[in-house]
T-cell receptor, first 114, second 113 residues
Framework: AQSVAQPEDQVNVAEGNPLTVKCTYSVSGNPYLFWYVQYPNRGLQFLLKYITGDNLVKGSYGFEAEFNKSQTSFHLKKPSALVSDSALYFCAVREGSSASKIIFGSGTRLSIRP | GAGVSQTPSNKVTEKGKYVELRCDPISGHTALYWYRQSLGQGPEFLIYFQGTGAADDSGLPNDRFFAVRPEGSVSTLKIQRTERGDSAVYLC???????????FGPGTRLLVL
């Protein structure tokens, strides 16, 4: 069965510093990996995805994520954090191209202090 | 362009009542998904439509939950005999064709008293 783990409930970073939000996954086939962001009282917004190809994926708002097959990880990164990046971040996985549902992690709350 | 819309944004009902939640997907998207998000958790899959048919309803928790998409566009999630444990945010998403990116609506916050 597919699963996603986000080991940190909360990540605190000072504005201007680099940030990393961790994600590991488990699937039996090829993973399709996603990051979504959720602002208060808003729906999930798509940030980026990995399907195949380059292990470093670039997405919206300056975020990027690195796919590491040997470590089964897909950590979200940003070189310089902004206060406006403070939100709830979800990693998600779909198993291969024929599956339909996405399995979400429990979320990591990112807090950027000025 | 218009994104996924969901109505109502909030719904308060009493235990035992029937509720309907509506989702209007992005125009032209053939796939539609329903998820449920409880407080402090990630969204959990409920059901997936490809066109008018339910391609995967493995996430529906029990037979009180039912969803339809009669014309392959708007979908309605129906919950019978609501229970307090049904209180959650119900999210709808659509995609152009599986397995493309799913785009989410703002959700319907359901509170069962």
């Amino acid at each position: 069965a597919q699963s996603v783990a986000q080991p940190e409930d909360q990540v605190n970073v000072a504005e201007g510093n680099p940030l990393t939000v961790k994600c590991t996954y488990s699937v039996s086939g090829n993973p399709y990996l996603f990051w979504y962001v959720q602002y208060p009282n808003r729906g999930l917004q798509f940030l980026l995805k990995y399907i195949t190809g380059d292990n470093l994926v670039k997405g919206s708002y300056g975020f990027e994520a690195e796919f590491n097959k040997s470590q089964t990880s897909f950590h979200l990164k940003k070189p310089s954090a902004l206060v406006s990046d403070s939100a709830l971040y979800f990693c998600a996985v779909r198993e291969g191209s024929s599956a339909s549902k996405i399995i979400f992690g429990s979320g990591t709350r990112l807090s950027i202090r000025p | 362009g218009a994104g996924v819309s969901q109505t109502p944004s909030n719904k308060v009902t009493e235990k035992g009542k029937y509720v309907e939640l509506r989702c209007d997907p992005i125009s032209g998207h053939t796939a539609l998904y329903w998820y449920r998000q409880s407080l402090g958790q990630g969204p959990e899959f409920l059901i997936y439509f490809q066109g008018t048919g339910a391609a995967d309803d493995s996430g529906l928790p029990n037979d009180r939950f039912f969803a339809v998409r009669p014309e392959g566009s708007v979908s309605t999630l129906k919950i019978q005999r609501t229970e307090r444990g049904d209180s959650a945010v119900y999210l709808c998403a659509s995609s152009a064709s599986p397995p493309e990116t799913q785009y989410f609506g703002p959700g319907t916050r359901l509170l069962v008293l």
